[in-house]
């Protein structure tokens, strides 16, 4: 891998995890936590810069809340 290619790669596990932290955010100001919201380690191992935003596993109830604010938001209610 090159330097230019290491910097690209880089910088895509940096903005990956900038978009972790909003979705973090924004999931919390709906009252929703995902406790296994991360960066995938594995797709930043790669020599491309395939990063991949693990969205994790949820409970039962964590699955409904979304469902709601999914809901709500194709509804024209805003969440």
């Known amino acids: ?30 009252g929703v936590t995902l406790p296994s919201l991360r960066v995938d380690p594995v797709s930043c191992a790669a020599d491309e810069a395939n990063v991949l935003v693990d969205l994790g596993r949820c409970n039962l109830d964590t699955a409904l809340r979304l469902c709601g604010v999914l809901d709500g938001k194709a509804a024209g209610h805003g969440g």
């Open 1 to 30: 891998m090159t330097t230019t290619e290491r910097r690209r790669a880089a910088g895509r596990v940096r903005e990956a995890e900038e978009v972790v932290a909003r979705l973090r955010e924004g999931f919390a100001g709906v």
